[in-house]
């Protein structure tokens, strides 16, 4: 049974820091391409960054400079490290695992950046 399970969101104020967490279970995790979503109320699921197993990154182009997405293949576990946050950044985060032909979730967890 695959579970992902995510970690270290929270309140933040404008311009701080935080970094959230993705522990994966019941996958090849260093074969799995790992990412990080988000969903704001009343929007789309967004792509918020990738990272291949061999750790080559990706990141929409909001993000870039901004957030940080790394992984332990040693420990299953993908991090996503974002400062210098928004109020539109403020989101339900969601870890994604993609394992041809398939595409695994988390539950999700929110990040709420407010002053």
């Known amino acids: 049974q695959v579970q992902l399970v995510e970690s270290g969101g929270g309140l933040v104020q404008p311009g701080g820091s935080l970094r959230l967490s993705c522990a994966a279970s019941?996958?090849?995790?260093?074969?799995?391409?790992m990412g990080w979503y988000r969903q704001a109320p009343g929007k789309q699921r967004e792509l918020v960054a990738t990272?291949?197993?061999?750790?080559?990154?990706t990141y929409a182009d909001a993000m870039k400079g901004r957030f940080t997405i790394s992984r332990d293949n040693a420990k299953n576990t993908v991090y996503l490290q974002m400062n210098s946050l928004k109020p539109e950044d403020t989101a339900v985060y969601y870890c994604?695992?993609?394992?041809?032909?398939?595409?695994?979730w988390g539950q999700g967890t929110q990040v709420t950046v407010s002053s």
């Open positions: 990272i291949t197993g061999g750790g080559t990154a």
């Open positions: 019941g996958i090849i995790f260093s074969f799995a391409v």
């Open positions: 994604n695992a993609a394992q041809h032909p398939i595409n695994y």
